[in-house]
C-alpha cells in the first residue's frame, strides 16, 4: 500500500493556491526524471479553482508544456464544448492559457464525436488511446491523478454500490448515474490505482462525512473514495471544513 498524507489548508482558496503549487512542482519533477509528464484531471468547482490558480502562478512558466499528456479520469456524456463537460472546464480555467501539444491532450470522447452517441464505444476509444500512447506497457505512466471527493464518497464516475465499481476493464460507460447528467465514462479503479500518485481533493463541510470515512477505513464499495491508492503517494488536500472529521492525528496543518 502505497504511503499516505493529510494536508489540511485554511480555506478554499488556500486550498487551491496550494494544490496548483504542488502541481507545478510535480511536473516539473517529472520532466526532469523522465524528459515528461503525464496528468490525469478532474472535475468540479475546486479542481477549476485549483486550474486558475495554476495559470495565475509565475512558476507556470518553467513547465515545458509541449511535454505535458494530460488525460481525464471521468467524463460526462455531452456534446463537444458543453459547460458541463469536464473538459470544457479546463479548457477555459487553463488549458487553453499554456502551449501544450493538441497531439498530448487527450479528452474523452464527447457524445457527438466519433463514437457517436453510445458511451460504451467511447469507453472502448478511451481505451484504445490509452493503450496507443503506453506501448509496449499496458497503460501510461501517471505522475499525478486528481480526484475530486463527492458528498457521497464517489471518486470519478464510481458511484456507491454501482456495478461500474467492479469493472477491470481500463474505461468503463457510466450508466444511471445518481449524479447528472445519468450517462458518463470513467476510468476504472484498476486504472487509477496505476498512478503513481493521487490526489483526493476536496473543499467544503458538505465532503466532510465521507472525507472522515474514506479515512477511517470505510469500505470501498460503498464508499469509493476508500478504494484510490498511487503506487508511491496518496495524498489528500483538504480544507479545514472538509477535514473536521478526519483525525486529528492524520492532519498536516498548513
Given at each position: ?221 460503498q464508499l469509493p473514495a476508500a478504494g484510490v491508492h498511487g503506487v508511491d503517494r496518496t495524498r489528500w488536500l483538504l480544507d479545514r471544513a472538509a477535514a473536521v472529521d478526519v483525525p486529528a492525528r492524520l492532519r498536516s496543518l498548513r
Open positions: 500500500m502505497s504511503e499516505a498524507s493529510v494536508a489540511v489548508h485554511a480555506d478554499a482558496d488556500l486550498l487551491a493556491q496550494a494544490v496548483a503549487a504542488r502541481l507545478l512542482v510535480k511536473l516539473l519533477d517529472a520532466q526532469a526524471d523522465r524528459g515528461e509528464a503525464s496528468v490525469v484531471l478532474t472535475g468540479g468547482r475546486v479542481a477549476a479553482a485549483v486550474y486558475r490558480a495554476v495559470g495565475q502562478l509565475p512558476a507556470r512558466d518553467a513547465v515545458d508544456w509541449s511535454r505535458v499528456d494530460v488525460w481525464w479520469g471521468d467524463e460526462r456524456f455531452l456534446p463537444a464544448g458543453d459547460p458541463e463537460r469536464n473538459e470544457t472546464q479546463a479548457r477555459a480555467a487553463l488549458l487553453d492559457m499554456v502551449p501544450l501539444d493538441p497531439a498530448r491532450v487527450h479528452p474523452m470522447p464527447a457524445s457527438d464525436g466519433p463514437a457517436g452517441n453510445d458511451p460504451e464505444a467511447a469507453a472502448a476509444l478511451y481505451a484504445e488511446e490509452l493503450a496507443r500512447a503506453a506501448r509496449p506497457a499496458a497503460l501510461p505512466h501517471f505522475d499525478v491523478l486528481m480526484l475530486g471527493v463527492g458528498e457521497d464518497g464517489h471518486i470519478a464516475s464510481i458511484f456507491p454500490g454501482h456495478p461500474v465499481h467492479y469493472e477491470t476493464r481500463p474505461v468503463s460507460a457510466v450508466r444511471g448515474s445518481p449524479k447528472p447528467p445519468p450517462v458518463r465514462t470513467t476510468l476504472t479503479l484498476p486504472t487509477i490505482n496505476t498512478a503513481e500518485e493521487i490526489w483526493l481533493v476536496a473543499g467544503g463541510a458538505d465532503k466532510a462525512r465521507a472525507v472522515g470515512m474514506a479515512l477511517a477505513g470505510a469500505g470501498p464499495v
